[in-house]
């Protein structure tokens, strides 16, 4: 039959249990799913109690059982709700109250009122979950933490008569944590998430970050963190996956010395043969689900990880950057680890270095070094004069590992077969 998580249930448990779907719900599959308990083998278990539901309007109570570690079943978070139901011609709609009530103890004191949801389902079994908590002022043990109302929204999609979790939005307006001299805020933090997030399979999709502001302090430190940025995405081809990255910023400050501005770093891993990672998701997938002994883990996942790894895969990071007061730095690199025929993980590490190659080139000039020892805090920073700093340079440059053209210098680097060479000029990719 068919099987429904209605609710808050959908929602709140996105991250630790799959959520099960069906489709066309007619009010009796309603019934069987409010008046039978739910389970994911080794992650949640659903009951409900006191189901009423009539032609347009209906309630019902639930607890959720979930466990954290499969090999030690002892250890459960328990939920415990009630829903009200409405019916209309396109769907239903589901207001939650729910609230912690055994396990995970920090958890409980965070969220120690209930909380409330509001659903939607439709008849095809596609569903939209919103969240918002209430404010978070606690101060105890010398902490001092004030969290404004998170929003979270959620969204389910019928997938083979199985709901899984498609889409994920949260926004944090604030955060501000503070233990003596020590203190940490943030500022809107954005979080969008478009692909599946209920279950191990490969899919495509795309994960985005935002942070408009990071504030923290001590003693010897205090500093700002703006408009951070950081991006994910998968790509499915025929037989391989990408993966693609990057993470950004728009200045970091630490109370010392300009700010490192317009920060950018990406990377991409490519050509990974999809069947054989696949092959490791579902085996994590099982295993999650399942009491299997660390030493156990390890002698089964290895095997796999190798059979990965022999197909090779390419690397890719270019167009990285950094500025600070007047210097400028950037960096580019490209490689690929080769087929290989690696039979444990001892042959791994000994043939490793002959199975990569990559080339690399790393720009940056002298305002950069003096920008990044000028970020030192207070009494601890390297003061040396212009003359002094060149002298320094310049042993590197002796060493024939760093180029110089007045005030700019560069490395670059091919490594092929096991040896590394310093070029004189940059690398082509």
């Not at 139901?85 to 965070?110: C, H, M, T």
């Not at 120690?112 to 919103?130: I, Q, V």
């Amino acid at each position: 039959m068919s099987k429904l998580k209605l609710g808050v249930g959908a929602a709140v448990l996105a991250g630790v249990a799959t959520i099960a779907g069906g489709h066309m719900y007619a009010d009796g599959k309603l019934k069987d799913h409010y008046s039978k308990a739910q389970t994911e083998p080794g992650t949640v278990k659903f009951t409900y109690q006191n189901y009423d539901m009539g032609l347009f309007s209906g309630k019902a109570d639930w607890t959720a059982t979930i466990q954290l570690d499969p090999c030690q079943p002892s250890q459960v978070l328990v939920l415990k709700g009630s829903d009200k139901i409405s019916r209309s011609w396109n769907g239903y709609a589901i207001d939650s109250d729910f609230e912690f009530k055994d396990g995970l103890e920090p958890l409980q004191k965070v969220f120690n009122k209930p909380l409330h949801a509001e659903s939607k389902l439709n008849f095809l079994g596609n569903m939209s979950t919103k969240i918002a908590t209430p404010v978070i002022a606690q101060n105890a043990d010398g902490v001092k933490v004030d969290v404004e109302p998170i929003k979270i929204q959620f969204k389910g999609k019928n997938q083979q008569d199985k709901m899984n979790l498609t889409e994920l939005e949260m926004h944090l307006p604030k955060m501000t944590v503070v233990e003596g001299a020590n203190n940490f805020s943030l500022q809107g933090l954005k979080l969008d998430v478009d692909q599946n997030m209920g279950s191990y399979k490969i899919e495509e999709g795309k994960s985005k970050l935002e942070v408009d502001l990071v504030k923290f302090g001590s003693a010897d430190v205090n500093g700002e963190l703006k408009d951070l940025d950081f991006n994910s995405e998968t790509k499915l081809h025929d037989k391989t996956v990408s993966f693609l990255s990057s993470f950004n910023f728009g200045s970091l400050s630490t109370g010392s010395g300009a700010p490192i501005e317009k920060f950018k770093m990406n990377f991409e891993v490519n050509d990974v043969n999809r069947e054989k990672l696949q092959t490791i998701f579902d085996y994590f997938e099982k295993s999650s689900k399942t009491c299997v002994a660390e030493k156990n883990l390890k002698e089964q996942a290895v095997p796999q990880l190798l059979a990965l790894l022999n197909d090779g895969l390419s690397i890719k990071s270019m167009d990285n950057q950094l500025k600070i007061g007047k210097g400028e730095a950037k960096f580019d690199l490209a490689g690929n680890l080769k087929k290989s025929s690696f039979t444990d993980f001892q042959s791994l590490v000994q043939t490793l270095p002959l199975m990569l190659e990559y080339k690399a080139n790393f720009n940056f000039d002298k305002d950069v070094v003096k920008g990044l020892m000028a970020l030192a805090p207070a009494g601890r920073q390297q003061q040396l004069s212009d003359a002094d700093l060149d002298k320094v340079l310049n042993e590197f440059v002796s060493s024939g590992k760093v180029n110089r053209k007045g005030d700019d210098f560069s490395v670059n680097l091919s490594y092929k077969d096991g040896k590394q060479e310093f070029l004189k000029e940059a690398v082509k990719f």
